[in-house]
């Protein structure tokens, strides 16, 4: 075995690519949803061999050759995939993808069920995204509003705080009233309203 290919340390370093991310995100989202029709036509394959391999008692999957995919997305399905593709920010693909295989896993749907799947988890991701934009501009915009108004005037409270006060109506108030309060002890202070005059 020649170690040729492996040692390609004398070519050329790999130039980046030339693609926009949203190409780059167009292409992983699409090869992954075909990775799992793939994986999920797989399944059902080896399911439906098990089986076979009960009712018959036999196993004849090591003469049998691996057999064609019998599901393919229709060019319109494709293309409204991929239109829903192209507005996934690079950002999201990754979640996207992990949580299309989160719920893969979950599931386990039939082949010509994943690319409902896939649609839906596509959805969900464009529905963050809004939300998380919308969340930006309202952020931006209070950052952005000016302050002044709210720095220049003062407001007067009607209530202020008297920590080591007392005003609870006891039995024997008239003793109490020569005397000094003692120090609060409870962990809130007591607040008074002022008189108006």
């Known amino acids: ?54 009712c018959t ?12 995919p019998t599901y393919d997305l229709s060019p319109g399905e494709r293309l409204q995939l991929e239109d829903v593709c192209a507005k996934i920010h690079p950002s999201y693909c990754g979640p996207a993808i992990l949580r299309f295989r989160q719920l893969m896993a979950e599931q386990e749907p039939e082949v010509h069920e994943v690319s409902r799947l896939f649609r839906s988890v596509l959805q969900e991701v464009l529905e963050r995204m809004k939300q998380e934009q919308e969340a930006h501009k309202l952020t931006r915009q209070w950052s952005l509003r000016p302050r002044g108004s709210l720095a220049l005037t003062t407001f007067k409270t009607r209530a202020r705080i008297f920590p080591f006060a ?3 109506r006891t039995i024997s108030e008239d003793v109490e009233r020569g005397t000094q309060p003692p120090p609060r002890t409870w962990s809130m202070p007591e607040f008074r309203a002022l008189k108006e005059d």
Request: glycine fraction near 2%; aromatic fraction near 6%; proline fraction near 6%.
């Open 1 to 54: 075995m020649s170690l040729i290919p492996w040692l390609r340390w004398t070519e050329a370093s790999p130039r980046l690519s030339s693609r926009s991310p949203a190409e780059m995100v167009l292409e992983t989202l699409m090869m992954e949803l075909v990775g799992q029709m793939r994986e999920a036509e797989r399944q059902r394959r080896d399911r439906s061999n098990a089986v076979r391999k009960i």
């Open 57 to 68: 008692g036999v196993d004849y999957s090591w003469l049998a050759s691996t057999p064609r």
């Open 166 to 168: 007392s005003d609870i």
